[in-house]
């Protein structure tokens, strides 16, 4: 059973666009949604993260959505990169009864292109 | 702040050999993960630590993998037998509460 689903698989986006990356989750105990970023040859890195009591959270260029109802979430890259080309996994955590423990999803290549 | 340390980067072995992966965290850091990253896929875990205590180990496949975390500092994994199927990288995490995880660099095995 995935508890975390991400799509679309891959991504590509030309210089200066939207990057949309979407998360599904089925967990309702869940209360910690962060997204990662990943290099090739690095381990993941956290990128921006939110909690359930705020619809949206805005980090520079990043973006996260949050719908409570829909248990969905969303990572938007506004004036996206050649430098964000990497791989991003969002993720799910339920504090209480597994700190820290976290679900991830099975993430998405970005590629932006110059 | 240094970063979390592993070693070795890469590992070839053949199946059945057994291997170590070794992880020395954030200096302070209470909370210790391995997980285990296939191609393609996300960080699944595999062991949690607090302190040296183990939190979480319900998807380790203790038949064959085993880990420790010596004086709730340094950690290391082992897989004896290895098989295919093991190949991946293996990804070591500590925090110093719940939520957030710094990532190690990673170990990539190989299994022949």
């Known amino acids: 059973q995935q508890q975390v689903k991400q799509s679309p698989q891959s991504l590509i986006v030309q210089k200066g666009g939207i990057s949309i990356i979407n998360c599904a989750y089925e967990?309702?105990?869940?209360?910690?949604f962060p997204w990662y970023q990943q290099f090739p040859g690095k381990g993941p890195a956290l990128l921006i993260a939110i909690r359930p009591d705020v619809s949206e959270k805005k980090e520079g260029r990043f973006t996260i959505s949050f719908n409570k109802s829909a248990k969905q979430f969303s990572l938007h890259i506004m004036d996206s990169q050649p430098g964000d080309s990497a791989t991003y996994f969002c993720a799910a955590s339920d504090s209480d009864t597994n700190a820290g423990k976290s679900t991830f999803g099975d993430g998405t290549t970005l590629t932006v292109k110059p | 702040e240094a970063g979390v340390a592993q070693s070795p980067r890469y590992k070839i072995i053949e199946k059945r050999q057994s291997v170590a992966f070794w992880c020395n965290p954030i200096s302070g850091h209470a909370t210790l993960y391995w997980y285990q990253q296939i191609l393609g896929q996300g960080p699944k875990l595999l062991i949690q630590f607090q302190n040296n205590g183990v939190v979480d180990d319900s998807q380790l496949p203790k038949d064959r993998f085993s880990a420790e975390r010596l004086k709730g500092v340094d950690s290391t994994l082992k897989i004896q037998p290895a098989k295919l199927e093991d190949s991946a990288v293996y990804l070591c995490a500590s925090g110093d509460w719940v939520d957030t995880q710094y990532f190690g660099p990673g170990t990539r095995l190989t299994v022949l």
């Open positions: 967990n309702t105990a869940f209360d910690y």
